[in-house]
């Protein structure tokens, strides 16, 4: 960086008025007498974007908070951290190369959905059951693991769609059978601390799957051949930069922005899986009654909806879309017995960042930690640091979020406080 | 009197002999040697898994050639996770409950230099196999021994190699930030720029396995070569990630971690790995000694692997040499192990091991660092080429130094 000075005098100066912003903004929130719970965040954004003037503003007028407003004032804190580093440090690739941050910012936005897809299957569970699954990174892994023994091993003419398939059934039947033989005394009074008993049940389900896959597999990595392969395909035809150019294994906009195949197709189809579960959720009976039961489980029962059968569907289609996301990916990464343990990890900050129980908020807190580790992997000056805190970049990002906003960024309280009981 | 006294005296002679000869017999059977290998993550359970299979096949020679002093021996294995802070709980372990005499083994650098101090305090012999880190021999412990190289050895290696390609003037290199990554980074770079080249060093967690953004970055940077110092799946991920960004072994000269060496789980996870460069411990297999032919046959056939690993042999002869020690001890003591391992002069896998430096010699008396204090000395470092799709690394072409080499490098994109 050529004058650090710059760009940490801007951020000590956006700390120092959104710490602030967040405190002064909440003490006159409660002195009118105004609702308080987005004050800190919308404060905190509000000193750090705009300084005294946007303090000072809200300060006078005291507005409502809209998610809006909050977004707005963020993104404009965002964009000034932004600008004080490019002036700070101008020959920085992040700064002086389009074409690289146009590449990081996709790369950061593919691996962030299937970040934010593979936490949807945790918020699923925890916001019926209440409970946080441990053995999440387990269903990832066996995902992967079904792919290539069905496809390999025990069945070389299966396709990849078969593969696919038999996994998320099989991941599927794994969560519905564990669910019904060890979480059900969660549910029936006959445990002091269900949830502490969900998490430890999780946790010998983590172990047992994967040390089942040790014994069974070893330990050497394993990899399948891409799904599918890309049509070679140039758009416009014959142009000197085309827009979008095609091989076998790869995609390239622009002529800058390269994404591999195995990256985009599983980007794509858990975009398209996400499509499909907000129809099951939204426009389907079962999806109703899921809903309903995360929002008020006695409620839901009186309207007829089984809990239980509920909690059930709930765990294995958690633990299906965690396997799917891992079947998807055994085409891009080296597959292992311990592969799930850091994307499991992720996906805990996600949900966590998001919000617990609230899955817009655990996708778009995917793509916010997929961009963030993209930026900080990519513009960090020191080489030698930049990726070896891949990991710290999204829990930089939780305990700002937390601080400012201790449910997340879509979060609310739980509604029914039963961890899986009643009904 | 004098009578009496003679036969008092003989009496105790024979007491004393007894007694000796009682403590020898008496040797707790089996005799165990600990064996440290990484056999869960984040530790390279592929290489721990082929020194564990290394490591049981020499208890089993040795063990069907007659034992250690008249005992068979017992490899306890002890899972290091590749960890420090599991490493310093196994040692005490194998030390204080499984009760071992001596320790073999180790892949990690950082397992090593955790588990070094234990056993030193404690007097137990460690003779390591798969350390390099530079310190595991050069804070000079009594008890501490080492088969492996050192690893500013093999980054000597790695840049005077990488000089050899014409008109480089940029290295990109990918380190895992332990106690083997880091130091052979530092090295690597700073033999590169005092050569003129310019070196940009790319640090990672050990289990890393998304790899785009860096391989966009390394990118950025356009190399004319890149070196991996990475162990384990991660360093699949990052070959075959930077050959589907176009930056991989076919695409410029690329050296990949060693892992590669079981060129089967290579191949399987970087299809497109042609024209790889691997760093390889040992002499090809065309000049192994007896003992490493037949070792390599035992091992393809127990494991099905097409090729025998540098440290699976490493970690084959680390129990051998301490299995030797002991017998030529004569006892399970320590100290009496450490001054057989200073005389030792061991046929193993890898050719002659023995330690030139120890108690009797220190380095310094031959102008050389503390490096060097119970090291082999002869460690053969060679760099491979798979200039074939789907080669076995064991056919694969020595392209350097030039003592072993067997073909020209091929450099591609040049």
């Given amino acids: 960086m050529q004058t650090p000075e710059i760009f940490w005098t801007v951020i000590l100066w956006m700390i120092g008025w959104g710490v602030l912003g967040a405190v002064l903004l909440r003490r006159r ?146 969560g519905a059978i564990f669910e019904r033989a060890m979480l059900t005394p969660m549910y029936t009074g006959k445990i002091d601390r269900p949830v502490e008993y969900g998490i430890l049940a999780t946790f010998g389900l983590a172990f047992t799957l994967q040390y089942f896959v040790q014994a069974i597999h070893g330990a050497s990595p394993v990899k399948v051949q891409r799904f599918i392969d890309f049509p070679r395909f140039e758009w416009p035809a014959g142009a000197e930069t085309p827009v979008i150019a095609t091989s076998r294994g790869n995609l390239t906009l622009f002529d800058t922005v390269s994404i591999s195949n ?134 930089i990002v939780l305990t700002l979020t937390l601080l400012l906003r201790p449910t997340g960024l879509f979060g609310r309280r739980f509604s029914s406080g039963m961890h899986g009981q009643g009904g | 009197m004098t009578s009496i006294l003679t036969r008092r005296g003989l009496m105790l002679s024979a007491a004393t002999i007894a007694l000796s000869a009682g403590a020898a017999m008496a040797q707790d059977c089996p005799i165990k040697i600990g064996a440290l290998a990484p056999l869960s993550a984040p530790g390279t359970v592929v290489g721990g898994e082929a020194m564990r299979d290394a490591m049981m096949l020499a208890q089993a020679d040795i063990n069907a050639a007659g034992g250690v002093l008249g005992c068979p021996i017992e490899v306890v294995l002890a899972d290091s996770e590749g960890l420090p802070e599991r490493a310093t709980a196994v040692t005490e372990r194998l030390i204080t409950q499984d009760n071992v005499v001596a320790i073999g083994g180790g892949y990690h650098s950082s397992v090593g230099v955790a588990a070094k101090e234990v056993a030193d305090a404690r007097g137990v012999p460690v003779v390591f196999a798969e350390t390099w880190n530079d310190t595991i021999t050069g804070d000079k412990h009594k008890y501490i021994f080492r088969i492996a190289p050192l690893s500013s050895w093999t980054s000597n290696i790695n840049w005077q190699f990488a000089l050899t390609l014409p008109d480089i003037k940029k290295v990109a290199i990918l380190t895992e930030n332990t106690d083997y990554g880091i130091p052979a980074s530092q090295e690597t770079a700073k033999g590169l720029e005092a050569n003129g080249v310019a070196a940009t060093i790319f640090s990672v967690d050990i289990g890393t396995q998304d790899y785009a953004g860096i391989v966009e970055r390394i990118k950025a940077e356009t190399p004319d070569m890149i070196i991996t110092l990475v162990t384990g799946e991660a360093a699949f991920n990052f070959t075959q990630q930077a050959a589907d960004a176009g930056i ?167």
């Fill in chain 2, 248 to 414: 991989g072994p076919m695409d410029l000269p690329f050296q990949t971690g060693q892992d590669a060496l079981e060129s089967g789980t290579y191949w399987t996870n970087v299809p497109d790995g042609q024209y790889a460069f691997v760093q390889r411990i040992g002499v090809p297999e065309s000049q192994f000694t007896d003992k490493g032919r037949a070792f390599a046959a035992a091992y393809k056939a127990k494991t099905g692997k097409s090729d025998v690993e540098s440290y699976a042999m490493e970690a084959y002869d680390s129990i051998a040499v301490l299995a030797q020690a002991i017998e030529e001890a004569g006892s399970t003591d320590g100290d009496a192990i450490v001054t057989a391992l200073e005389k030792i002069s061991h046929e193993g896998t890898l050719g002659r091991i023995y330690f030139d430096y120890g108690l009797k010699r220190d380095p310094s008396a031959d102008g050389k660092g503390d490096e060097w204090w119970h090291q082999w000395p002869d460690p053969a470092i060679t760099i491979i080429q798979f200039q074939k799709q789907g080669q076995a690394s064991t056919d694969a072409a020595i392209v350097y130094p030039e003592a072993y080499k067997t073909a020209e490098p091929i450099w591609v994109n040049r």
């Fill in chain 1, 262 to 395: 195995p990256r985009f197709t599983a980007a794509v189809t858990c975009i398209l899986v996400l499509l499909a579960l907000l129809y099951l959720l939204h426009r389907t009976w079962t999806g109703k009654a899921l809903r309903a039961v995360s929002q008020d489980r006695e409620a839901a029962a009186i309207a007829g909806i089984d809990p239980n059968r509920m909690n059930m569907l709930a765990f294995a289609l958690g633990g299906m879309i965690a396997a799917l996301a891992g079947a998807l990916l055994v085409q891009a990464f080296s597959w292992l017995p311990q592969v799930g343990a850091i994307p499991a990890m992720r996906s805990f900050v996600i949900v966590v960042l998001g919000g617990l129980g609230s899955l817009p908020g655990a996708f778009v807190g995917g793509i916010m930690v997929g961009l963030v580790e993209a930026a900080g992997t990519g513009c960090i000056p020191d080489a030698q640091k930049a990726a070896s805190y891949i990991p710290a970049y999204g829990m």
């Fill in chain 1, 29 to 174: 929130y409660l002195a009118r007498d105004l609702d308080t719970s987005n004050v800190p965040f919308a404060g905190a954004m509000a000193g750090a974007a705009l300084g005294p003037v946007g303090v000072g503003l809200l300060w006078l007028r005291t507005p409502a908070l809209s998610a809006r407003l909050t977004t707005a004032l963020a993104l404009l804190a965002v964009v000034l951290i932004a600008a004080a580093f490019s002036f700070a440090d101008p020959e920085n690739n992040c700064v002086a190369n389009g074409a690289f941050r146009a590449s990081q910012i996709t790369n950061g936005i593919i691996i962030g959905i299937i970040y934010g897809f593979m936490a949807l299957g945790l918020t699923l569970i925890f916001s019926i059951l209440g409970v946080v699954s441990f053995a999440h990174g387990e269903f990832y892994m066996i995902g992967g693991m079904l792919v290539y023994y069905i496809t390999v091993v025990w069945f070389p003419d299966a396709g990849p769609l078969m593969g696919v398939l038999g996994a998320c059934f099989i991941a599927f039947c794994i």
